[in-house]
């Protein structure tokens, strides 16, 4: 029997939008009473909605038994994700199609994606962030799913659309971002006199200018430290985790860390004269001391128990924080967050990097798996039940959604605002992932004083872009 689903070309709506810091994803109270009333909404919805999605007869399908494996290093709650995986079988049960889930941690998803291709044993779905999935494209693992992305284009949020493309077609459907810029504690600031620089709105993201951040936000929570462990604003170079916040620094002074598909760190002046900035902050005792020996991922449980005012975060840790602040794990403080100031000449405007977590088809090899793993793209694109409940770990790609969410989530109105000043902070060049691995070790050089800020990055960028060259030498999607 072969049938498909001839609702889905009516369907002109869908979600989603997009980087590398670990978020702190532990249970809270909070995430954990939002994604059970997802999910009961999921399983509520399923039985009434499975008729409606119910495939009609038609050619097109392959029929089953067909099994499909979805890996995914989301941030989204395995009960959540079944409860989809649920939903997409009952409305294929007459054709016999099952999903088997395997949810892991970002760290395991190299090793895995490896062994995997080594035993021709790649997964038909992949969710996972594009930064790591665009290298996977280059390679020939992700096949092109133009013809089902130009289906919701109208309805996804340019930025994450453009994103997710590569040489003019789309390899990924976008299903929720996070923007990645600062939290901060407002009682610190209020304490140290800074009121005018925390929005009446708590859930307000705060824009300051840099010169006032530099001038007057630094300097008065230096002072309101001195003498203590604690420290204005978090910085660290130990590891390549929470890239993302580092790059947003980098960018302070409006330089551009990558043009025309290249590294261009080393030769653009505001890049080089930001990390200068970055080292005088800390000799200043703007910063930990320790940043060239301190990793990405101790920054934020600093924040969390007040040890820093001012950290990296995006959505989940946004969210986070403030479950453990409601279940009594950590002290009680009023957590807020902020967008990257930057002074492009002479100009003020602030910047927040964008991480889109998404859906991939993976070139397993096995035709009848991949069309089934395109069927469930087209599927979850016209459910928005399933859309809504993706969307517990970030903001979502769609308008539709975002606005369809509003009441329960009203921080993305906020975000919303933040939309048009989002930067990709990949520049989706090839070989992206493995240029971070060389960025560290020139921010450590600089901070040991062993070499200037501009022979790190110019060191820096040579060895990018040959790692960059190599790629786009290779890639079967440039050179088709």
């Excluded at 092109?144 to 997710?164: L, M, N, V």
């Excluded at 009446?200 to 203590?228: C, H, N, R, V």
């Excluded at 957590?335 to 100009?347: I, W």
């Excluded at 050089?445 to 060191?459: N, P, W």
């Amino acid at each position: 029997m072969r049938r498909s689903i001839s609702i889905i070309v009516a369907m002109s709506m869908v979600l989603s939008l997009c980087a590398c810091g670990k978020a702190d994803v532990k249970a809270t109270t909070a995430g954990t009473a939002a994604e059970t009333k997802t999910e009961a909404a999921v399983k509520e919805k399923a039985s009434e909605t499975a008729a409606e999605a119910a495939p009609e007869e038609e050619s097109g399908l392959p029929e089953g038994p067909v099994e499909i494996q979805m890996w995914t290093d989301f941030n989204v709650s395995e009960e959540v994700l079944q409860g989809v995986i649920e939903r997409f079988e009952e409305a294929y049960k007459d054709l016999n199609y099952t999903v088997v889930l395997d949810k892991f941690a970002g760290s395991d998803r190299a090793t895995k994606l490896s062994l995997a291709k080594e035993s021709k044993t790649l997964p038909a779905l992949f969710l996972s962030a594009w930064f790591t999935t665009a290298d996977e494209v280059h390679q020939g693992n992700i096949l092109d799913i133009d013809e089902i992305a130009q289906t919701a284009k109208s309805d996804i949020y340019p930025s994450a659309y453009d994103a997710t493309c590569i040489n003019g077609k789309s390899y990924m459907i976008g299903l929720y971002q996070s923007y990645f810029g600062l939290l901060y504690n407002a009682d610190y600031f209020k304490a140290a006199g800074l009121e005018e620089f925390v929005p009446e709105d708590e859930l307000e993201i705060a824009a300051w200018k840099l010169s006032d951040f530099q001038d007057k936000i630094l300097p008065a929570l230096g002072e309101q430290f001195k003498g203590t462990e604690k420290y204005p604003l978090g910085l660290f170079a130990a590891s390549v985790q929470a890239d993302t916040h580092m790059m947003n620094w980098l960018s302070m002074y409006g330089g551009q860390m990558w043009k025309d598909g290249r590294s261009n760190s080393g030769s653009d002046e505001n890049v080089i004269k930001a990390l200068d900035t970055m080292k005088a902050w800390t000799d200043a005792g703007y910063t930990n001391t320790d940043v060239a020996t301190k990793d990405g991922t101790e920054v934020m449980p600093d924040f969390q128990n007040q040890l820093c005012a001012i950290s990296h975060g995006q959505y989940t840790n946004y969210v986070a924080t403030k479950g453990k602040i409601d279940s009594g794990e950590i002290g009680k403080f009023d957590v807020r967050l902020a967008s990257v100031p930057v002074e492009d000449n002479g100009t003020d405007r602030n910047i927040m990097a964008s991480y889109i977590y998404g859906a991939c088809i993976m070139n397993n090899g096995k035709e009848d798996e991949i069309e089934v793993a395109k069927e469930f793209l087209r599927w979850l694109l016209q459910d928005k039940e399933s859309l809504k409940a993706i969307n517990t770990a970030g903001t979502p790609c769609f308008p539709s959604i975002a606005k369809a969410t509003e009441a329960e989530h009203p921080i993305y109105a906020s975000y919303e605002k933040m939309s048009g000043n989002l930067w990709d902070f990949t520049g989706n060049v090839p070989g992206f992932v493995e240029t971070r691995k060389d960025l560290f070790p020139a921010i450590q050089s600089v901070y040991s004083g062993e070499k200037t800020a501009a022979d790190a990055l110019a060191e820096y960028s040579e060895k990018a872009n040959r790692v960059i060259d190599e790629y786009a030498q290779n890639s079967l999607v440039l050179n088709p």
